[in-house]
T-cell receptor, first 114, second 111 residues
Framework: DAMVIQNPRYQVTQFGKPVTLSCSQT?????MYWYQQKSSQAPKLLFH???????NEADTPDNFQSRRPNTSFCFLDIRSPGLGDAAMYLC?????????????FGPGTRLTVL | RKEVEQDPGPFNVPEGATVAFNCTYS??????FFWYRQDCRKEPKLLMSVYSSGNEDGRFTAQLNRASQYISLLIRDSKLSDSATYLCVVNIGRTGNQFYFGTGTSLTVIP
């Protein structure tokens, strides 16, 4: 049974055309994360929510925004995608932010920018 | 210095071989440790958590050395299906960005 779900799995957008990626979870976890992963690189944290509290990484471009309307859903908005934003976008959750937490990843959305 | 460092490999080993990966971490306050497996163009999947006493799951053994700040993963009797990238992940146990990833070690098991 899917626990962290991402839609769509593949997204093609045009340069500069806003795009929204979706993540939902059935785990009732407090923390949700968005990562960007490019080929042969480690996932790079963009931001995370601890419940409703939004935490942005210092080096995340302003072009990337996020919304978490409820516990189950979290969205990644890319306002004006550039060619360099083509990547796999991974959503992850963890239970409570505790030191013993484990992360669970969704299947990812692969974004292509034309 | 990176929080988590891994040898990126690639490791190319014959089927049936034993292979070991190491990962070092810089924050001595790190709380918990994990190995994830990531197949090409897929999401990371938890392979195993790493406990202080060491733990084993079938052909996979993970060890933690807090004094030297490294963790290891040993794969015995390698299978073709073990071919993947293995990510070392450390939870430094603070609010905010608490999970740090290594860049991954690529393993290819050759028939």
């Amino acid at each position: 049974d899917a626990m962290v779900i991402q839609n769509p799995r593949y997204q093609v957008t045009q340069f500069g055309k806003p795009v929204t990626l979706s993540c939902s979870q059935t785990l009732n976890h407090n923390v949700m994360y968005w990562y960007q992963q490019k080929s042969s690189q480690a996932p790079k944290l963009l931001f995370h929510y601890y419940d409703k509290d939004f935490n942005n990484e210092a080096d995340t471009p302003d072009n990337f925004q996020s919304r978490r309307p409820n516990t189950s859903f979290c969205f990644l908005d890319i306002r004006s995608p550039g060619l360099g934003d083509a990547a796999m976008y991974l959503c992850a959750t963890s239970r409570s932010g505790a030191s013993t937490d484990t992360q669970y990843f969704g299947p990812g959305t692969r974004l292509t920018v034309l | 210095r990176k929080e988590v460092e891994q040898d990126p490999g690639p490791f190319n080993v014959p089927e049936g071989a034993t292979v070991a990966f190491n990962c070092t971490y810089s924050n001595s306050a790190s709380q918990s440790f994990f190995w994830y497996r990531q197949d090409c163009r897929k999401e990371p999947k938890l392979l195993m958590s790493v406990y202080s006493s060491g733990n084993e799951d079938g052909r996979f053994t993970a060890q933690l050395n807090r004094a030297s700040q490294y963790i290891s993963l040993l794969i015995r009797d390698s299978k073709l299906s073990d071919s993947a990238t293995y990510l070392c992940v450390v939870n430094i146990g603070r609010t905010g960005n608490q999970f740090y990833f290594g860049t991954g070690t690529s393993l290819t098991v050759i028939p």
